[in-house]
């Protein structure tokens, strides 16, 4: 008996074009997930990256009212002693006004954002500098560095060009100053300095009239999981001070939120896709149970149960599971792997940050297995529910 019904069996599932574009259908809709998740959480995760690396550091603190008051470097010599802390900087920001004269043709940008920084801590604490594609970071306070963006609206700034840079001091007074253009740096995203350009923090503070004061202290570390603590830590130190101290999470979380919807949305629209890969395979389990019900009178004929009929159809629910969550499974990974080397972006955007999320992968190789396990059910239990002399009546 289990040798006839074992051949009956595999007369079941001889269908192998069908069974492929079972499997089809579900290796697209993984794949269509895992592109989803590298481009999308891949561009969140690269902006994170930035604003950590260009602007906040892993922890920033500010003061709850006006300016940090206090010594910046005595607050950043304080925040290296601090265990897991790397470096800390002190920013000041601003916004000016920038003309530049060149070639007898005058040109000229309003409500240029300006960032005071301090050239020796800000290399530790900051990747900023990595950005200079031409020249040299901040060094001296008569030196400027210009985001590519800024320096193509002022008709194509070069190293070595003079620019007068007029900002309001807390006075409202206007203050002017001449800097020498000591590079350029270019770093594609609003996170960068593309859009900005960088001075001497002292030279800042004179020309704001706010000598000693500091906009934001950004703190690296060594391990960002440690970042919490180390927050803690320090309002810890300094119960009378108005200091606001935010890891990257909190300091940026305008910025993200919207970021986060986002991705929440594009994900549904990924797993309504796996869904339409279910309703695939009960469209072509349905049409291989029409295609069989010879073979299957014949298994009934020669004393199949019900029960034998709905095993072979849920098992090869679960070959199409398999192959396809397998198969899907590695060409999603190959695609992270290519744009993880090729740290891909889309029209010079900035570069994706692709990790591998292990848990994610695997869930969604169980959630593919699932769904077509579950898809195979309803054809499944047609299949038991044919009669074996109407079945090869209607063969």
């Given amino acids: 008996m289990g040798y006839r019904t074992g051949l009956a069996g595999r007369m079941l599932l001889n269908k ?82 920038i003309n530049l004269t060149k070639n007898g043709q005058r040109f000229e940008e309003s409500r240029v954002p300006i960032v005071g920084v301090d050239p020796v801590r800000d290399v530790r604490a900051s990747t900023i500098h990595l950005t200079v594609d031409e020249g040299q970071y901040v060094f001296s306070r008569n030196s400027m560095v210009v985001g590519g963006a800024v320096a193509r609206d002022l008709g194509g700034v070069q190293v070595g060009d003079s620019v007068k840079v007029r900002v309001v001091d807390r006075w409202g007074q206007d203050q002017e100053r001449r800097f020498i253009v000591s590079g350029l740096a270019r770093a594609p995203g609003e996170q960068g300095f593309d859009y900005r350009v960088a001075v001497h923090i002292e030279s800042l503070r004179d020309m704001m009239g706010r000598p000693g004061a500091t906009g934001s202290m950004m703190v690296k570390l060594s391990d960002p999981g440690m970042a919490a603590e180390v927050r803690d830590h320090f309002l810890a130190a300094f119960p009378n001070d108005d200091f606001e101290a935010q890891t990257i999470e909190e300091a940026a979380e305008q910025q993200l939120a919207g970021f986060r919807s986002g991705i929440a949305m594009i994900n549904m629209i990924g797993y309504f896709g796996m869904m339409s890969s279910a309703f695939a395979i009960v469209t072509i389990q349905t049409m291989l149970v029409n295609g069989k019900t010879r073979e299957i009178g014949i298994m009934r004929a020669i004393g199949a149960r019900r029960r034998d009929v709905l095993v072979i159809f849920i098992i090869q629910g679960m070959i199409i599971g398999a192959a396809g969550a397998g198969a899907g499974t590695a060409a999603g990974l190959g695609y992270t792997v290519y744009a993880k080397e090729t740290k891909m972006s889309f029209a010079g955007s900035i570069p994706l940050e692709v990790s591998y999320d292990w848990a994610k992968i695997g869930q969604t190789a169980l959630a593919a297995f699932a769904l077509a396990v579950a898809a195979s059910l309803y054809p499944s239990y047609k299949a038991t529910r044919l009669l074996p002399v109407e079945a090869m009546r209607n063969a």
């Fill in 16 to 97: 192998r074009g069908s069974l492929a574009a079972a499997v089809l259908a579900v290796m697209v809709g993984i794949l269509v997930l895992h592109v989803n998740f590298v481009i999308f959480q891949g561009l969140f995760d690269a902006i994170v990256r930035d604003l950590t690396d260009y602007e906040f550091g892993d922890i920033s603190i500010t003061d709850e009212n006006d300016y940090i008051e206090r010594s910046d470097s005595a607050l950043a010599a304080w925040l290296e002693r601090v265990p897991h802390v790397e470096a800390a900087a002190p920013r000041l920001s601003g916004s000016a006004e």
